[in-house]
């Protein structure tokens, strides 16, 4: 203690510079403040990752466990076995160009972040969404502390957020409604029950009809009322703005939009790839609608989905026709686990590489940054 008084009187300038720093407030305070906050988020983050793939992991043990000792199941594990390795094969691939899809979207929405970062971090949301939340939350959550960290505006974030997920969104909703509408007329062959075609149709045209109401009454909200709370305007914002934002880039000629589209088709791919692989050869729209209303199970609040997804998907495919139901259970098996692992594999390895970015500008520089 008499050392360091003596250093100080020995040297002023030191002294006043060193009580300058441990000031609250001051200029390396707030960077040190910074840092720990980013220390703390990256420790929540990597838990919840670390526990997501756990979990997933124990999932799949119980799987396999359960096929190979319940006697009603033992015929499911047969037919795995006897599954084509070439298609699975064709699947992992699907899945990795859907991924791919994903990080080509992900980087003409948030156009101004470096390429390395774009990648990194859209690659470690996928990872998040298949392991961790539900309805895509917690890849949306981990992308927005991160741009947080790095100075970007709440606002931009939350508005670019919702572009995201209202392109992925959108191609979902749009083909439910097409194929639901056609193969309820009877023009894309299939199921005739409107509660299987007609239905979902309806809903997935009340949904884009509710989220352009809804973006119109906050426009005129925040038109009208220029002061209000804090979180609701930023929300509105966000939504009147996304919205916005999403229908302009469907216009616009830039083939990264597609993205949006591959995303959803390469993981589509997958699972019809799936059923190849145990010589049953559905028809596409059987599949595909089978899949996105199979798959709204997604939204519920279970890490990855695991139980309900795979029980919605394989109800759905069963109504629509496809049979046996021993080889559906197999095909839908096969399907997620290559659609959660191979996304939580590379998405994990990426989120380890995004903390080598963390303090350091993730921006382009001025010069080459887009919309």
């Not at 720990?36 to 919840?48: E, G, K, M, V």
């Not at 098996?333 to 594999?345: E, G």
């Not at 390895?349 to 963390?358: G, N, T």
């Not at 382009?364 to 919309?371: E, I, K, L, V």
């Given at each position: 203690?008499?050392?360091?008084?003596?250093?100080?009187?020995?040297?002023?300038?030191?002294?006043?510079?060193?009580?300058?720093?441990?000031?609250?407030?001051?200029?390396?305070?707030?960077?040190?403040?910074?840092a720990?906050?980013?220390?703390?988020?990256?420790?929540?983050?990597?838990?919840?990752l670390?526990?997501?793939?756990?979990?997933?992991?124990?999932?799949?043990?119980?799987?396999?466990?359960?096929?190979?000792?319940?006697?009603?199941?033992?015929a499911?594990?047969?037919?795995?076995?006897d599954?084509?390795?070439?298609?699975?094969?064709?699947?992992?691939?699907l899945?990795?160009?859907?991924c791919?899809?994903?990080?080509?979207?992900?980087?003409?929405?948030?156009?101004?972040l470096?390429?390395?970062?774009?990648?990194?971090?859209?690659?470690?949301?996928?990872?998040?969404?298949?392991?961790?939340s539900?309805?895509?939350?917690?890849?949306?959550?981990?992308?927005?502390?991160?741009?947080?960290?790095?100075?970007?505006?709440?606002?931009?974030?939350?508005?670019?957020?919702?572009?995201?997920?209202?392109?992925?969104?959108?191609?979902?909703?749009?083909?439910?409604?097409?194929?639901?509408?056609?193969?309820?007329?009877g023009?894309?062959?299939?199921?005739?029950?409107?509660?299987?075609?007609?239905?979902?149709?309806?809903?997935a045209?009340?949904?884009?009809a509710?989220?352009?109401?809804?973006?119109?009454?906050?426009?005129?909200?925040?038109?009208?009322?220029?002061?209000?709370a804090?979180?609701?305007?930023?929300?509105?914002?966000?939504?009147?703005?996304?919205?916005?934002?999403a229908?302009?880039?469907?216009?616009?000629?830039d083939w990264?939009?597609f993205?949006?589209?591959?995303?959803?088709?390469?993981?589509?791919?997958v699972?019809?790839?799936c059923?190849?692989?145990y010589?049953?050869?559905p028809?596409?729209?059987?599949?595909?609608?089978?899949?996105?209303?199979?798959?709204?199970?997604?939204?519920?609040?279970?890490?990855?989905?695991?139980?309900?997804?795979?029980?919605?998907?394989?109800?759905?495919?069963?109504?629509?026709?496809?049979?046996?139901?021993s080889?559906?259970?197999?095909a839908v098996?096969?399907?997620?686990?290559?659609?959660?692992?191979?996304?939580?594999?590379i998405?994990t390895?990426?989120?380890?590489?995004?903390?080598?970015?963390?303090?350091?500008s993730?921006l382009?520089?001025?010069?080459?940054?887009?919309?």
């Open positions: 203690m008499l050392r360091k008084h003596a250093t100080a009187q020995q040297d002023p300038d030191r002294g006043e510079e060193a009580e300058a720093r441990a000031q609250p407030g001051s200029p390396d305070s707030i960077e040190s403040d910074e720990l906050q980013r220390n703390a988020l990256w420790r929540a983050d990597s838990r919840r670390l526990n997501g793939l756990i979990g997933l992991a124990i999932f799949c043990g119980l799987v396999v466990v359960l096929i190979t000792s319940v006697p009603g199941l033992k499911t594990a047969r037919r795995i076995e599954a084509n390795g070439a298609w699975v094969a064709a699947g992992v691939l899945e990795l160009l859907s791919v899809s994903y990080v080509v979207l992900f980087e003409r929405i948030f156009a101004r470096r390429t390395r970062v774009a990648t990194l971090l859209s690659l470690s949301e996928l990872a998040m969404n298949a392991v961790v539900a309805g895509g939350v917690g890849g949306f959550a981990l992308g927005a502390w991160i741009l947080r960290s790095s100075g970007a505006p709440l606002r931009r974030i939350a508005e670019r957020s919702v572009v995201l997920f209202l392109l992925t969104s959108a191609v979902n909703v749009s083909v439910v409604a097409i194929l639901g509408i056609l193969m309820g007329v023009v894309v062959p299939g199921s005739s029950n409107p509660l299987l075609t007609l239905l979902p149709a309806a809903a045209l009340g949904a884009i509710g989220t352009l109401a809804l973006a119109a009454w906050a426009r005129r909200y925040l038109n009208r009322e220029r002061s209000g804090r979180r609701l305007t930023l929300a509105l914002c966000a939504i009147s703005e996304g919205v916005a934002d229908l302009a880039l469907i216009r616009e000629p990264r939009v993205g949006a589209l591959g995303y959803w088709l390469f993981d589509n791919l699972l019809l790839v059923f190849y692989a010589g049953i050869h028809q596409l729209g059987v599949v595909a609608l089978g899949y996105l209303v199979g798959m709204l199970a997604n939204a519920l609040p279970i890490p990855g989905g695991v139980g309900a997804v795979e029980g919605g998907l394989v109800g759905m495919l069963v109504a629509f026709g496809i049979h046996p139901a080889l559906v259970v197999a098996l096969t399907y997620r686990a290559i659609a959660l692992w191979i996304p939580s594999l998405g390895a990426a989120f380890w590489e995004v903390r080598s970015e963390l303090g350091s993730l382009r520089p001025a010069r080459a940054q887009g919309s």
